[in-house]
């Protein structure tokens, strides 16, 4: 069973950075990309940011390019996104998500369950 594990939410000044963590594990035979959603309050869940296998490839929301940084662990399939400067607008649930392939099954999206990044003063 594929499990996708974040980590580093919390409470940051608007200015301040935060670092997110997310680690797949479980039955993945593959990684085909990972990446990072989120949700403000009262607001549709949108793209932050992606990156492929090998981290060859990155993706990121227009808006959030050059403030947020994503990255991939040379070993292990851990994603990380860096984010500096935030701003009050960043604050949401942030999902982590693997689209892995797994042993019978290509191409199938997990979920991590979420972590709070709220910006405020």
């Known amino acids: 069973q594929v499990q996708l594990v974040e980590s580093g939410g919390g409470l940051v000044q608007p200015g301040g950075s935060l670092r997110l963590s997310c680690a797949a594990s479980g039955g993945i035979f593959r990684v085909n990309a990972m990446g990072w959603y989120r949700q403000a309050p009262g607001q549709q869940r949108e793209l932050v940011a992606a990156?492929?296998?090998?981290?060859?490839?990155?993706k990121y929301e227009d808006s959030l390019q050059g403030r947020f940084i994503i990255s991939k662990a040379n070993a292990g399939d851990t994603v990380y996104l860096q984010m500096n400067t935030l701003l009050p607008e960043d604050t949401g649930v942030y999902y982590c998500?693997?689209?892995?392939?797994?042993?019978?099954?290509?191409?199938?999206?997990?979920w991590g369950k979420g972590t709070l990044v709220t910006v405020s003063s």
């Open positions: 998500y693997a689209d892995v392939d797994t042993l019978g099954r290509r191409g199938i999206y997990y």
């Open positions: 990156i492929t296998d090998g981290g060859s490839g990155t």
